[in-house]
């Protein structure tokens, strides 16, 4: 491997850097009971991380009737954008995208969030100058915990799997890290235990971007691939 290639670190934005994990939870759950097909919230949020094909999968079953996946997919979309105007950062989330810039790292928010959810999460974090590469959910054809979306953030960044650091918050995030061999370092903010997250493989748990940020110098982030 050449070091005098380029490093970055690629971010999932849902649940990592905006408070988001909550929100999706109760608008699926909202959407479920709509249609007559009730689960449990503490099961929905199980599920949040993966993008909605593999999620209904997960609540539902593979053999369910998919004549509703839209219907449900459309009602979930509407509740959460009652939200967008009230979406939160999470903490220093904007200062730990601009201290690892400040490394020389190239930032890539790799999310599968559709691109009118990207734009609310954009205006969330207000931390544009410094990112370098944002997906959507146009840019993957699976969703995590395929790693189809990691693969378009490398492609866009111009970023190879072995330069970069993913930072997640769900056991998916690490998942989809896992099957491109990149380390995966998980955020306990989005609601997943540190034991749950150690336990899927992440090479360190903290609890929120701050708390990274606080540690950054001796992170698996600052450390040489």
Known sequence: MTTDRPAGVLFDVDGTLVD???LHTVSWWEALRQ??????MATVHRSIGMGSDKLLDHLLGPERDRDADSKLRDAHDTLYAEYW?????????????????????????????????????????????????ITSSADAQQSKPAPDILVAALAQSGLAAERVVFVGDSVWDIVAAGALNIPCVG??????????????????????????????ADSPIARPR
Do not use: K
């Open 20 to 22: 988001t994990t909550y």
């Open 85 to 133: 105007e009230r979406l939160t950062p999470l903490p220093r989330a904007a200062d730990l995208l601009r201290a690892c810039a400040d490394r020389g790292l190239r930032v890539v928010l790799a999310t599968s969030a559709t691109e009118a959810e990207v734009g609310a999460l954009r205006r969330a974090l207000a931390a544009d100058d410094v990112i370098d590469t």
């Open 187 to 216: 955020l306990t903010c989005g609601g997943t235990s540190r034991g749950e997250l150690a336990g899927a493989g992440a090479v360190a748990v903290y609890d929120d971007p701050g708390a990274l940020l606080a540690e950054l």
């Open 35 to 40: 249609t007559d097909q009730p689960v449990p």
